[in-house]
């Protein structure tokens, strides 16, 4: 059972916005600002999107965009493009000096 | 161009060994923190361990504590993880990824395949 609580699904059409909600605790994704998510197409390496909750690595596009509101974080996906149809992971620091990711959630665009 | 290139996946048996390596280039290894990250098949990312840059501090899932060592060696550019008492559980895809322990990994290689199975 995976610490960080994702929807295990959400879909969108071309065009739309999405959102993926990544539910944690106070000691992790509530007690530090080291929120990560990542894009993995099937049989690739994860990629990181989005980092320290709501910064972009270079070459990410800025239709990803994060957010974070009590032990909740959050990732958009505006513009829905085929090419985001992807599993997503959050992650978080811990205040156990560890990283926990969530369960990760399947994008399909429709 | 960053490249991280994993090897010394396989089978082995319940309880048996495996030392995996990660060969780094196209970046100063010697600056950069590095994690091991695994994968079970058709499941989610578990993170494994962590080790700074200079290898003062490693951390370690309670999965894999007691049973999993981390090192570097800067003057290869290269990182390990041996694996000891090896479960079933512990079949999955091994990735390094480059990157401090907020969960920032900015880089990964491809993974190695480790099957624990009799």
């Known amino acids: 059972q995976s610490v960080l609580t994702q929807p295990a699904s959400v879909s969108g059409s071309p065009g739309q916005s999405i959102t993926i909600s990544c539910a944690g605790t106070s000691s992790d994704v509530g007690g530090y600002n080291f929120v990560s998510w990542f894009q993995q197409h099937p049989g690739k390496a994860p990629k990181l999107m989005i980092y320290?909750?709501?910064n972009r690595p270079s070459g990410v596009s800025n239709r990803f965009s994060g957010s974070k509101s009590g032990n909740t974080a959050s990732l958009t996906i505006s513009g829905l493009q085929a090419e985001d149809e992807a599993d997503y992971y959050c992650?978080?620091?811990?205040?156990?000096?560890?990283?926990?990711f969530g369960g990760g959630t399947k994008l399909t665009v429709l | 161009e960053v490249q991280l290139v994993e090897s010394g996946g396989g089978l082995v048996q319940p309880g048996g060994s495996l030392r995996l390596s990660c060969a780094a280039s196209g970046f100063t290894f010697s600056s950069y923190a590095m994690n091991w990250v695994r994968q079970a098949p058709g499941k989610g990312l578990e993170w494994v361990s962590y080790i700074s840059s200079r290898s003062t501090t490693m951390y370690y899932a309670d999965s894999v504590k007691g049973r999993f060592t981390i090192s570097r060696d800067n003057a290869k550019n290269s990182l390990y993880l041996q694996m000891n008492s090896l479960r079933d559980e512990d079949t999955a895809v091994y990735y390094c990824a480059r990157g401090e322990d907020s969960g920032s990994f900015d880089n990964w290689g491809q993974g190695t395949l480790v099957t624990v199975s009799s």
């Open positions: 992650s978080s620091y811990t205040s156990r000096s560890s990283v926990v």
């Open positions: 320290d909750v709501s």
